[in-house]
């Protein structure tokens, strides 16, 4: 089965219009103002108007009040929540949407109980540990902490890139993949040549 592949941290309209050209599953919008990447309603409302169908939105957010939330759901046509903080299962279930739960992979980082916990979610997103910092880093992390029988969809992230996508589809064979960082010319604008090497790299790599 062909891997997921997403795009995170769009912030202009032509970036997501080349992701979707591409041939990307889905696009991630931050709405968290401390990240480099995130963007306001008003361009995540533009970015979307411009995507062709079937390319999906995740809307990521970090520890965010319900009225923000509710705020950005109000204007934005997202598909998918992505929560990155300490939200719990109750709060990420309370927008009556499909969400993934993003974990901060380290050692002794309990995946099977976090699935348990986040059950509602659609899988576990996996992401490099980096201390204070709630994605976004380019960092990789020991991809043989993650379980292979986990409940859950496993969505892997953290570092990615063109150059290593093969070697990660074969060790990890996770569900979907997610590059922010890594398809990138400068924080948030994205560059088409290393968008379409890593796609390539992820379809290729998970036949």
């Given at each position: 089965?062909?891997?997921?592949?997403?795009?995170?941290?769009?912030?202009?309209?032509?970036?997501?219009?080349?992701?979707?050209?591409?041939?990307?599953?889905?696009?991630?919008?931050?709405?968290?103002?401390?990240s480099?990447?995130?963007?306001?309603?008003?361009?995540?409302?533009?970015?979307?108007?411009?995507?062709?169908?079937?390319?999906?939105?995740?809307?990521?957010?970090?520890?965010?009040?319900?009225?923000?939330?509710?705020?950005v759901?109000?204007?934005?046509?997202?598909?998918?929540?992505?929560?990155?903080?300490?939200?719990?299962?109750?709060?990420?279930?309370?927008?009556?949407?499909p969400?993934?739960?993003?974990?901060?992979?380290?050692?002794?980082?309990?995946?099977?109980?976090?699935?348990?916990?986040?059950?509602?979610?659609?899988?576990?997103?996996?992401?490099?540990?980096?201390?204070?910092?709630?994605?976004?880093?380019?960092?990789?992390?020991?991809?043989?902490?993650?379980?292979?029988?986990?409940?859950?969809?496993?969505?892997?992230?953290?570092?990615?890139?063109?150059?290593?996508?093969?070697?990660a589809?074969?060790?990890?064979?996770?569900?979907?993949?997610?590059?922010?960082?890594?398809?990138?010319?400068?924080?948030?604008?994205?560059?088409?040549?290393?968008?379409?090497?890593?796609?390539?790299?992820?379809?290729?790599?998970?036949?």
């Open positions: 089965m062909a891997v997921r592949v997403k795009i995170c941290g769009i912030t202009r309209v032509e970036d997501g219009v080349e992701a979707a050209r591409l041939g990307v599953d889905a696009i991630g919008l931050v709405f968290y103002p401390k480099p990447r995130n963007v306001s309603i008003a361009r995540a409302a533009a970015i979307i108007a411009a995507l062709p169908p079937f390319v999906s939105v995740v809307g990521l957010f970090v520890d965010a009040t319900r009225e923000w939330v509710d705020t759901l109000a204007e934005c046509a997202l598909d998918v929540l992505q929560f990155h903080g300490d939200e719990s299962p109750e709060f990420c279930a309370s927008f009556h949407r969400y993934l739960k993003a974990v901060r992979v380290q050692a002794g980082t309990d995946l099977a109980a976090m699935a348990k916990r986040y059950a509602g979610a659609r899988g576990l997103l996996t992401d490099a540990f980096v201390e204070g910092v709630h994605g976004g880093t380019g960092q990789t992390f020991d991809w043989s902490l993650l379980a292979e029988d986990l409940p859950l969809p496993l969505i892997l992230s953290g570092g990615l890139d063109e150059h290593n996508i093969a070697a589809l074969r060790q990890v064979h996770p569900a979907a993949v997610d590059v922010s960082s890594g398809v990138e010319s400068a924080k948030g604008i994205k560059d088409a040549a290393r968008m379409a090497a890593f796609i390539s790299g992820a379809r290729h790599g998970s036949l």
